[in-house]
């Protein structure tokens, strides 16, 4: 069983930052996307940014030029670099990644953006 833990949510003001990671249980050399998405209240959960084995990236339009996903294969994690925050990125964050088509998620880490 995988298991993916988040970290590194809290409260910020509007311009602030934070970094989220993503610590996952086994080795994440071999896999090839890993992502973020999120979830605020009322609202389905979206696509936040994902990136591939070989590093390339995809960004919600939302997202592109503030956020930056990265990935660090010797420590079993993936980054999420979050600049400039606006209060309607306010969501609770989960990474989530593909195992041969069986996709795993994590518990989610709270992001509040206060104006």
């Known amino acids: 069983q995988v298991q993916l833990v988040e970290s590194g949510g809290g409260s910020v003001q509007a311009g602030e930052s934070l970094r989220l990671s993503c610590a996952v249980s086994r080795s994440i050399f071999s896999i090839n996307t890993m992502g973020w998405y999120r979830q605020a209240p009322g609202k389905q959960r979206e696509l936040v940014a994902v990136?591939?084995?070989?590093?390339?990236?995809n960004y919600a339009d939302s997202v592109k030029g503030r956020f930056t996903i990265s990935r660090d294969n010797a420590k079993n994690t993936v980054i999420l670099q979050m600049n400039s925050l606006k209060p309607e990125d306010t969501a609770v964050y989960y990474c989530r990644l593909v195992i041969q088509m069986v996709y795993y998620w994590g518990r989610g880490t709270q992001v509040t953006v206060s104006s």
């Open positions: 990136i591939s084995s070989s590093g390339s990236t």
